[in-house]
Nanobody
C-alpha cells in the first residue's frame, strides 16, 4: 500500500519559515519524481516545485522561486520543502505528489498539511 504522509505544517507569522516533510512508503522512492503543490480555499491546486528522481534538478513556480527550496533524501524516502519569507498568500493546504512512468503514469498524492501564515 502506497502512502505519502506530509508533516511540518502549522501557523507561522509573515516572514517566518517552515519545513515540510513528506515520507513515502510502499514504492521504490528513487524511481519517482516528486513535487509539492498547494491549494488555497476557492482556488485550483497549483504546482510549487518539482525534483527529479536523483535530486539533481528542480524547478519552481514563479510565486515561490527564491523563497522555497525542494530537496529529497532517497535513503530516507523523504522529500522536503523549505519555505522561507512566508506571506499570508502562502496560506493553503500543501500536498506532495509522486510520479513515475512505467508503461503508464503512476501518480500518488499525500493527504495534505495545512500551512497558515498570519500575524
Amino acid at each position: 500500500q502506497v502512502q505519502l504522509v506530509e508533516s511540518g505544517g502549522g501557523l507561522v507569522q509573515p516572514g517566518g519559515s517552515l519545513r515540510l516533510s513528506c515520507v513515502v512508503s510502499g514504492l521504490t522512492f528513487s524511481e519517482y519524481a516528486m513535487s509539492w503543490h498547494r491549494q488555497a480555499p476557492g482556488k485550483q491546486r497549483e504546482l510549487l516545485a518539482r525534483i527529479t528522481k536523483a535530486g539533481d534538478n528542480s524547478l519552481y513556480a514563479d510565486s515561490v522561486k527564491g523563497r522555497f527550496t525542494i530537496s529529497r533524501d532517497n535513503a530516507k524516502n523523504t522529500v522536503y520543502l523549505q519555505m522561507n519569507t512566508l506571506k499570508p498568500e502562502d496560506t493553503a493546504v500543501y500536498y506532495c505528489k509522486a510520479v513515475a512512468i512505467k508503461g503508464r503514469s503512476l501518480i500518488y498524492w499525500g493527504q495534505g498539511t495545512q500551512v497558515t501564515v498570519s500575524s
